[in-house]
């Protein structure tokens, strides 16, 4: 029988663990470029024996206009290619795997974040009700502008560079960030995309930006380092429900199935929150049905716990589950679960920003 510990071939990623680190952003890359403390951090959870069997970094901008907080490290310069290297030297070195995840947030971001203080880019000119991590900290977003149609494609390759660039940094694939109200999603949702070009409108229109920049990844690198996150009902970011999730997200793994990706990665509810939102007046959503439709290997992710990952695993409902804020407290969170023991309390003043407290500075067992 399989277990949370049991090895898995992830398309071309061979892991030692099903148990993966979710992408935590934490604000840690100073100018946008990762350094050795945050090798350091990602080195303390790579050995698949106590930690994960994949981890998954934070999300990482795929341009400059894809920045949207501050001290989040890019994957599209040389320089941050390079630095990049000395994390996956470390987690390498551990026995891990990793993979980078690639972000543009649209509208959720600041003019203070942007190059020249530009208007963030979305699918829509209609600003989010939010706020994102400037300098200060927390803010409103800033009003965004609508792309031009004849603007996408130049967006789709700045995906496809990035991509390039993760494998230049040694990375074993990458994650399209296709969730939690970001920009691929503020295509995806009819509550957010309000165009009337061949991106908007129709479900088949929507889903055209996601499955193009899929595409684009794939001819690069190839579809077995390549997987994509989804969060098909969670309200993160103001992005309402689309008006019909079921049919848009099918609709997308559809057309994702042919790329024969390494994984598809779902937010199972609302990011970070309850699991069940129809109290919120939101529909049950049927993740079977879209695991059937998308045929890849599957991780499900919000608010496992160990009892519930390994049921996950051993009912074959799920090939790989991710935990997250779990991983900042618990750097050796694979051996604590194994060892059924107490995991260390997170600190939540540490989050985002700062140094080395509450970031590198949990205790693990025996130490």
């Given at each position: ?179 939690n109200g970001y920009l691929i999603e503020q295509f995806l ?40 996150r989804l969060s098909p009902i969670t309200p993160a970011n ?93 750097p050796d969170l694979g051996a604590r679960l194994k060892a ?28």
């Open positions: 029988m399989n277990t949370l510990f049991s090895p898995f071939q992830l398309g071309d990623i061979a892991l030692d663990s099903r148990l993966v680190m979710a992408p935590l952003t934490r604000n840690r890359a100073v100018g946008g470029i990762p350094n050795a403390l945050m090798a350091t951090y990602y080195r303390q959870r790579a050995n698949p024996a106590t930690g994960a069997g994949l981890i998954i970094t934070e999300a990482s901008p795929v341009c400059p206009m894809g920045h949207g907080y501050l001290d989040t490290p890019g994957i599209y310069s040389p320089e941050q290619v390079q630095a990049w290297r000395q994390i996956t030297d470390a987690v390498h070195a551990e026995g891990g795997k990793i993979v980078v995840q690639l972000w543009h947030v649209g509208r959720i971001s600041h003019t203070s974040l942007l190059p020249g203080g530009a208007a963030p880019e979305s699918a829509t000119a209609t600003p989010a009700r939010g706020k994102t991590y400037i300098e200060g900290g927390f803010a409103p977003v800033s009003a965004p502008r609508a792309l031009h149609t004849e603007e996408i494609p130049a967006l789709v390759q700045h995906y496809r560079h990035a991509a390039r660039c993760a494998m230049d940094a040694g990375f074993d694939g990458v994650e399209i960030h296709a969730a949702r009819d509550s957010i995309n309000d165009r009337s070009d061949a991106y908007g409108g129709s479900p088949a229109n929507r889903v055209r930006f996601a499955l193009e920049v899929a595409q684009a990844i794939v001819d690069e690198i190839g579809g077995g380092r390549t997987g994509i103001d992005a309402a429900q689309d008006s019909d999730a079921q049919g848009l997200y099918g609709l997308l793994a559809q057309g994702l199935a042919p790329l024969k990706l390494a994984y598809v990665h779902v937010v199972e509810g609302a990011t970070g929150g309850p699991r069940d939102l129809t109290d919120q007046g939101v529909s049950p959503f049927d993740y079977k049905a879209l695991r059937a439709q998308a045929q890849a290997p599957w991780m499900v992710n919000n608010g496992y716990d160990d009892a519930m990952a390994e049921a996950a695993i051993a009912s074959g409902s799920a090939d790989l589950v991710a935990f997250g804020k779990a991983f900042i407290a618990n059924g023991a107490a995991l260390n309390a997170l600190n939540p003043k540490t989050l985002y920003g700062g140094g080395p407290e509450g970031y590198v500075d949990y205790a693990v067992l025996g130490g």
